[in-house]
């Protein structure tokens, strides 16, 4: 087995999570037909996880999020830093997407950049 395998893996299942962001923004946040029925059925479970993610989006939760958790992945040593890294690409590049922008894109790089630092060698 290939030594990048699991990282062209992770990229593919980003690239997947990545598009699923998009769908939910734009059939979800931004759809105008959703903005009527929840003005008349705010109880629908549509409607309900619609606000929630709007006041995610709001406070900015899921940028901090993604960028505490790639801040923290940066300082971990080994796998645990790695699958940290991993954890707040989770949350960044949903953040980038969903008007968070100008917080998620500093968690992205430097997620990204601890996911690609080699190993250190201890002599």
Do not use: K
């Not at 893996?9 to 690239?15: E, I």
């Not at 105008?32 to 059925?41: A, F, L, N, Y």
């Amino acid at each position: 087995m290939s030594r990048r395998l699991p990282l062209i893996a992770l990229l593919v299942v980003l690239a997947l999570w990545l598009a699923a962001a998009y769908g939910l923004r734009f059939a979800l946040m931004e759809d105008s037909q959703w903005v009527g029925i929840c003005v008349d059925q705010a109880q629908r479970w549509e409607c309900q996880v619609r606000n929630g993610l709007g006041l995610l989006i709001h406070f900015r939760i899921i940028a901090w999020a993604g960028l505490g958790g790639a801040l923290l992945a940066f300082f971990v040593p080994g796998r645990a830093g790695w699958w940290l890294a991993v954890a707040a690409l989770v949350f960044a590049l949903p953040a980038l997407v969903l008007y968070s922008a100008s917080l998620a894109v500093f968690a992205v790089v430097i997620a990204a950049l601890r996911l690609v630092r080699a190993p250190r060698v201890t002599a």
